[in-house]
């Protein structure tokens, strides 16, 4: 996953750290989600349990201010068929594409790792994002 590159400012930004969480996004205006209902609105109850984790992720930007910026999702939020592969045994390169390409963007690793990125970094953010889940890790 990755974000447009956005230009460095012409007052000399300085770069985020190379790790920085992800905020959850701005809940949408749907009612909240009683778990004791029968739930019927899938996007509404993720977006609640988004909001409860806090995180949606971890960034990078391993190039320099105004370089492209990825996201690692958190755990929770991976697809079925990303977590059917998670669960196979994979070389960190292997995962970190898993995590990183998206359906409409299967290069997103091969640009990170050119920014200078290296599939420890990612998965060093999977392991955090990961801690306390009984995910694989």
């Known amino acids: 996953m990755s974000e447009p590159v956005i230009p460095a400012s ?8 190379a790790l920085t969480p992800v905020p959850s996004p701005a809940p949408a205006p749907a009612a909240e ?3 004791g209902d029968v739930i019927t609105d899938m996007s509404a109850f993720r977006e ?19 370089t492209e910026v990825f996201t690692v999702p958190h ?6 068929e990303q977590n059917e592969q998670i669960a196979k045994p994979l070389s960190f390169v ?3 594409k898993v995590l990183l390409n998206t359906p409409d963007d299967p290069h997103v690793y091969d640009r990170f790792s050119a920014a200078g990125g290296r ?19």
């Open 10 to 17: 012409a007052f000399g930004a300085v770069p985020p750290p």
């Open 33 to 35: 989600v009683d778990l």
């Open 48 to 66: 609640q349990a988004l909001e409860g984790l806090g995180v949606a992720g971890a960034r990078f930007r391993p190039g320099p201010v105004g």
């Open 75 to 80: 755990p929770l939020l991976l697809s079925d």
């Open 94 to 96: 292997e995962i970190a």
């Open 119 to 137: 599939s420890g970094d990612v998965m060093m953010a999977w392991r955090r994002l990961s801690a306390g889940l009984d995910i694989p890790k």
